[in-house]
């Protein structure tokens, strides 16, 4: 994994006097599993947007695919793969609409939507449920669903927003198993959690308090840093101020 994929140098964002994201730097690179953990409004959610394109930045310098966020967030787009807990799949759309209209999104052709919606219902096993609405299905279904289809184009990089939010511990695996497939493939993995178990699952992590990196390295190399037995120890440590690095 020696391919740099998406490089971030004092990357901040501004809310009138309210400052989000406060000049943080990091890389990751091609096929890594780069977990981002914080608390909420600790300024991840800010962060993951303008790397996606979607918000432009106050000051610094970010670049996604070699695409700089500031003057082409449409490439950005094109190039990455999106997941959202909180709205990825239109509910009164069947599961079969539902992968042609991101697919076009994406640029992909009809012949080509044909191809990779077929083989991703086969994987899925899903084919019998093509025609069935999404509201209908269990939201584990749903999940991996959509994890689906945000790389069903094949990106170089996937973005996941608290992808296992709400799920139980079996699907939540089987999630897991999904992303290390598609980090073996060769497609980056930039996702955010509240499951501090999930962190383990990650090649390395940065864990955002008040709008800055207060920690950033492997899990072992954390837990070792900040004197923890496990990622919710260092969590706690960081967000209460009392490590001792």
């Known amino acids: 994994m020696s391919e740099t994929i998406i490089t971030v140098k004092d990357l901040t964002r501004k809310f009138g006097d309210f400052t989000a994201v406060d000049a943080i730097s990091f890389?990751?690179?091609?096929?890594?599993?780069f977990?981002?953990?914080?608390?909420?409004?600790?300024?991840?959610?800010?962060?993951?947007r303008i790397l996606?394109?979607?918000?432009?930045?106050?000051?610094?310098?970010?670049?996604?695919?070699?695409?700089?966020v500031y003057h082409q967030s449409e490439q950005i787009k094109l190039n990455i793969g999106y997941m959202s807990q909180k709205?990825?799949?239109f509910d009164d759309l069947t599961v079969w609409e539902n992968i042609?209209?991101?697919a076009g999104i994406y640029k992909m052709s009809k012949q080509e939507i044909k191809i990779a919606g077929e083989s991703l219902l086969e994987q899925l096993e899903l084919t019998k449920y093509r025609n069935r609405l999404i509201k209908s299905l269990p939201l584990g279904w749903k999940q991996k669903l959509s994890f689906s289809i945000a790389i069903i184009h094949k990106p170089k990089v996937v973005f996941l927003d608290e992808p296992t939010g709400g799920v139980d511990p079996i699907t939540r695996r089987a999630f897991w198993d999904m992303i290390y497939k598609a980090s073996s493939e060769g497609i980056t993995?930039?996702?955010?959690?509240?499951y501090l178990d999930e962190a383990e699952y990650c090649d390395r992590i940065s864990m955002m308090v008040k709008g800055r990196i207060a920690g950033l390295g492997t899990p072992a190399?954390?837990?070792?840093?900040f004197k923890a037995k496990n990622m919710y120890d260092v969590f706690l440590k960081l967000a209460r101020g009392t490590d001792n690095a």
């Open 27 to 33: 890389d990751v690179k091609k096929g890594e599993i």
């Open 35 to 48: 977990g981002f953990l914080g608390a909420n409004g600790a300024g991840k959610t800010t962060a993951m």
């Open 52 to 68: 996606c394109g979607l918000l432009s930045p106050t000051s610094g310098q970010a670049e996604v695919c070699g695409f700089d």
């Open 87 to 89: 709205f990825s799949l």
């Open 100 to 102: 042609s209209f991101y």
């Open 189 to 194: 993995i930039f996702v955010t959690t509240h």
């Open 221 to 225: 190399e954390l837990k070792t840093r």
